[in-house]
Nanobody, 124 residues
């Protein structure tokens, strides 16, 4: 699976952005999908994950109530809707695909494929 993230940019605090991740291949629906982010000088951290058919979503506490994840298996797409953005959300955002089960989707080590990242900058 090859992943291509897009949609990043500069936004003011309180604003919103929608990131997209396009996946290649005909087996996209078999993968649990996640979004991670990495701020300068910090480790890559979990943001959200969605199961193969979209029936379960996992959130990091820091984004609960503001961000949501969705997927369209017919289009091989996964989305990250980010609302009420804060300066601390500034980071490079990565989409990732996990071939295994749901256990451990908050962990980077569970993911087999990564996109190249898209930069989100939130100004105060």
């Amino acid at each position: 699976v090859q992943l291509q993230a897009s949609g990043g940019g500069l936004v003011q605090a309180g604003g919103c952005l929608r990131l997209s991740c396009a996946a290649s291949g005909r087996t996209f629906s078999r993968y649990n999908m996640g979004w991670f982010r990495q701020a300068p000088g910090r480790e890559r951290e979990f943001v959200l994950a969605i199961t193969t058919n979209g029936d379960r979503i996992y959130y990091a506490d820091s984004v609960k109530g503001r961000f949501t994840i969705s997927r369209d298996n017919a289009k091989n797409m996964v989305y990250l809707q980010m609302n009420n953005l804060k300066p601390e959300d500034t980071a490079v955002y990565y989409c990732a695909a996990a071939a295994g089960g749901e256990y451990g989707l908050v962990s980077r080590s569970s993911y087999n494929y990564w996109g190249q990242g898209t930069l989100v900058t939130v100004s105060s």
